[in-house]
T-cell receptor, first 112, second 114 residues
Framework: QKEVEQDPGPLSVPEGAIVSLNCTYSNSAFQYFMWYRQYSRKGPELLMYTYSSGNKEDGRFTAQVDKSSKYISLFIRDSQPSDSATYLCAMSARGGSEKLVFGKGTKLTVNP | DAGVIQSPRHEVTEMGQEVTLRCKPISGHDYLFWYRQTMMRGLELLIYFNNNVPIDDSGMPEDRFSAKMPNASFSTLKIQPSEPRDSAVYFC????????????FGSGTRLTVV
């Protein structure tokens, strides 16, 4: 079993839809959870990070962590065509610049 | 700041040739990471440096791969000899030690070995 599992999609939604992206993991030592966004032909960029369990909201984006289920989610409200990208979850056991373990990414297309 | 700069953006080479990928991290960042991305395996960490010192190279697939960081502003990843299965996008990223997950990635080098 891989440490981090993420459905690669692709996921296609109409503009304005609510998008749910998810990852599961097996390493109970993970405490720091991140979501990266990667546009085509670009490097990933950090979107949000969460420590331990709970929710974090930033504008149209909400990150949720359920450590008991080893499950994390990213919700995008009122999705826009500019949100079309690949979304990668990433996690680590310690803070600081600890090496991250990434999911394979989910490719999202938001259609106008 | 110009961000993390990688060169070349694209590289096409023949099997058996030596390939050198280059990275200039963000000034002041003390961590540097080399990742490889493929459709099959996603993003894989190859090696990372702290203050120019290699910390973990357990992700380097074979002895054909080597990485150096001679100073704080430059790193190379070398593949010799290259093989078709090395074809991938190679990313360099840098960060500050206290920046939780706050890697800044370069735009990558797309390597094709024919």
């Amino acid at each position: 079993q891989k440490e981090v599992e993420q459905d690669p999609g692709p996921l296609s939604v109409p503009e304005g839809a609510i998008v749910s992206l998810n990852c599961t993991y097996s390493n109970s030592a993970f405490q720091y959870f991140m979501w990266y966004r990667q546009y085509s032909r670009k490097g990933p960029e950090l979107l949000m990070y969460t420590y331990s369990s709970g929710n974090k909201e930033d504008g149209r984006f909400t990150a949720q962590v359920d450590k008991s289920s080893k499950y994390i989610s990213l919700f995008i409200r009122d999705s826009q065509p500019s949100d079309s990208a690949t979304y990668l979850c990433a996690m680590s056991a310690r803070g600081g610049s600890e090496k991250l373990v990434f999911g394979k990414g989910t490719k999202l297309t938001v259609n106008p | 700041d110009a961000g993390v700069i990688q060169s070349p953006r694209h590289e096409v080479t023949e099997m058996g040739q030596e390939v050198t990928l280059r990275c200039k991290p963000i000034s002041g960042h003390d961590y540097l990471f080399w990742y490889r991305q493929t459709m099959m395996r996603g993003l894989e960490l190859l090696i990372y440096f702290n203050n120019n010192v290699p910390i973990d190279d357990s992700g380097m697939p074979e002895d054909r791969f080597s990485a150096k960081m001679p100073n704080a502003s430059f790193s190379t990843l070398k593949i010799q000899p290259s093989e078709p299965r090395d074809s991938a996008v190679y990313f360099c990223a840098s960060s500050l030690w206290q920046a939780i997950g706050g890697y800044t990635f370069g735009s990558g080098t797309r390597l094709t070995v024919v």
